[in-house]
């Protein structure tokens, strides 16, 4: 997207790729020792907690609380899976 339209590049968009990048590595490095899980579960109760924090703030009811919660991750994971494998390509 970016290659294509440079003039959408803003540092915002960036976000979901460093949370992506910080999670899987949090994730693969915490099969080998405490201190990543401990990071592990401090990276996501925060980003669970914002994201959670956010899901309330825009979605009008508790039911599309949940559903907000979730479309938040796939979104997130989705644009920084996509904006790596876009750079790395």
Known sequence: MIKKHPDTA???YVGPTIFTVVFIGLALASLQGFLARLLL???LSI???AVLAS???NS???KFTAAAF???WILHLGY???FLYG???
Request: proline letters at 0%.
């Open 10 to 12: 803003k540092i915002l």
């Open 41 to 43: 579960g401090v990276f």
């Open 47 to 49: 980003y669970c907690g």
């Open 55 to 57: 899901a309330v703030k």
């Open 60 to 62: 009008g009811s508790a």
């Open 70 to 72: 979730l479309a938040y």
């Open 80 to 82: 920084g899976l996509g």
């Open 87 to 89: 750079a790395i390509r």
